[in-house]
């Protein structure tokens, strides 16, 4: 099982990378979309923070199986998240 602290940079990295990928939309297209491109930019960060808290809250009590399958749906859920972000950005560039 990987560390906490693994699970939170993976978070963070999937989350700065969508940012990321906001703002270069902003940055290229001006103004275009903007209220849009915002909202993805809030999802994100409101999920981002939603993953941080299930990360440091596992379950009081759970037996090693349980955590691990915790942790593997934060990581579905999280690239589930990243994936629907960027296919959201790369919709406004059509």
Not at 16 to 37: A, E, F, P
Not at 42 to 47: L, S, Y
């Amino acid at each position: 099982m990987a560390s906490i602290r693994n699970v939170k940079k993976d978070i963070d990295y999937l989350v700065s990378d969508v940012i990321s990928d906001c703002y270069t939309y902003m940055y290229l297209h001006g103004d275009q979309n903007k209220n849009q491109v915002i909202e993805i930019i809030e999802n994100a960060v409101n999920r981002r923070n939603d993953f941080f808290r299930r990360a440091n809250n596992p379950g009081k009590g759970s037996d090693r199986k349980q955590k691990r399958e915790h942790y593997r749906s934060i990581y579905r859920d999280l690239l589930s998240t990243a994936d629907e972000s960027f296919s959201k950005l790369s919709e406004l560039t059509k």
